[in-house]
């Protein structure tokens, strides 16, 4: 598969493949304490200063630097959150219900997790939508306009939720695009088992906001849309 553009924004690497699967990571502002941010500087620029293994390609190393540095914030954002804003159910059913959405429409869901300070989840936008975008003026690609629309609307959702103003997610979001067949696998493992290694649940289909929890109640399968699941978000002080 022939790679478009690797768009490096700030500290974080953004790849944009067509056709692509996207495994995407957001997490709440303010949800990696101090200590954990340095902490995960530190170690990307010490991966920056490694020396590329011989036997893989740039592209290769690069994948394999995103992922050494993403399992290490993903340790923060389940053992030390700063924020845990998507304990609530209405807020993390907030969540949910935006991530389906466009399901079935502008992408396939193929899974997800919302935990209390991040969510994680792995879609496609499908050809037939990104056919229809525009490619006049700046340029956006289907991955970033898909986000910017979940992002902008639960920031909405769950800052009026909250009776608060101000940002709600981090600017950035991580992204990975899914190489092969075994990489979908363990990437769908990984999502569906993050409330039980963070020790929220014992069993993946026991946590009520992922892909997991849907399918023990649906009997859905992986890949195709997931239907939205309204439940009402009130302000509560």
Request: charged share 30%; aromatic share 12%.
């Amino acid at each position: 598969m022939e790679v478009v553009s690797l768009i490096r924004r700030r500290h974080l690497r953004h790849w944009d493949v067509p056709g692509g699967i996207y495994f995407v990571t957001s997490c709440l502002e303010g949800s990696i304490p101090a200590t954990g941010r340095l902490d995960v500087a530190r170690y990307r620029t010490e991966l920056e200063a490694r020396d590329r293994p011989a036997e893989l390609s740039d592209e290769e190393w690069e994948a394999q630097c995103w992922k050494l540095e993403f399992a290490r914030l993903d340790r923060w954002l389940d053992v030390e959150p700063a924020v845990r804003w998507l304990e609530r159910p209405d807020l993390a059913a907030a969540v949910v219900n935006s991530l389906m959405h466009f399901a079935g429409e502008r992408y396939d869901v193929i899974a997800y997790v919302v935990m209390p300070s991040h969510f994680h989840w792995l879609f496609r936008p499908r050809p037939e939508w990104v056919a229809t975008l525009p490619q006049v003026g700046r340029y956006r690609s289907p991955r970033e306009r898909v986000m910017y629309s979940v992002k902008r609307y639960t920031s909405n959702q769950c800052n009026r939720a909250l009776c608060r103003r101000g940002t709600f997610w981090q600017s950035e979001s991580y992204d990975h695009w899914v190489r092969d067949a075994d990489e979908l696998d363990r990437i769908i493992r990984y999502i569906e088992e993050n409330p039980v290694k963070a020790g929220l649940v014992k069993d993946p289909g026991d946590w009520a906001y992922s892909s997991a929890g849907h399918r023990l109640r649906t009997g859905i399968r992986y890949g195709l849309p997931l239907p939205k699941e309204a439940q009402p978000v009130s302000c509560r002080t």
